[in-house]
């Protein structure tokens, strides 16, 4: 009998202990606890992530720009060397001054707000007027490589031209 008892018992304390284990994590689990000093250093991890993205994302635009400029300037050399070329390559504005030039005539608006995703009724007719310009001046530009520099679609860059063109 002592020895069916015995099993009983030892069964009985596993069992507790078993349980007792499930109902500490159930009650605490072990990443529910955040101490505010670690909590303080992810927030500091975050903003410096943050900035880090911020200023890759300002390096990728100038990166952009930089490689729309720099097709356009290998598409004019290779109609330059088969003598398809009407103009010189030297006369050819920079897509920075063009957009300087533009934004002069609306004071408070920057290039990253031309660039940026926001609708802003503000916003609409300087990054239009910039589009123009760009297309005016830069005819070895195509569609696709303006709407690059000013992250839209070549469509959007279509439309503009074209309603311009309809208005004007």
């Known amino acids: 009998m002592t020895n069916h008892s015995e099993e009983t018992q030892s069964q009985l304390t596993r069992l507790n202990r078993h349980y007792s284990a499930v109902r500490e994590r159930l009650v605490r689990p072990a990443n529910a606890v955040v101490s505010a000093a670690a909590a303080a250093e992810l927030e500091r991890r975050l903003q410096a992530l943050a900035g880090d ?8 635009a100038a990166l952009e720009t ?25 006369d050819e504005q920079p897509v920075e001054d063009i957009v300087a030039a533009v934004l002069e005539d609306f004071p408070g608006v920057t290039w990253e707000d031309i660039i940026s995703v926001r609708r802003e009724r503000r916003l609409v007719e300087p990054r239009h007027a910039c589009m123009r310009a760009v297309y005016g ?3 070895d530009l195509s569609l696709p490589s303006i709407g690059r520099i000013f992250r839209r679609k070549h469509t959007t860059v279509l439309g503009v031209v074209q309603r311009r063109s309809a208005d004007g």
């Open 53 to 60: 993205n911020a200023a890759k994302a300002r390096r990728i």
């Open 66 to 90: 930089e490689l729309a400029d720099a097709g356009a300037r290998l598409i004019a050399q290779a109609k330059a060397l088969r003598g398809q070329r009407s103009g010189e390559a030297e």
């Open 137 to 139: 001046a830069r005819k």
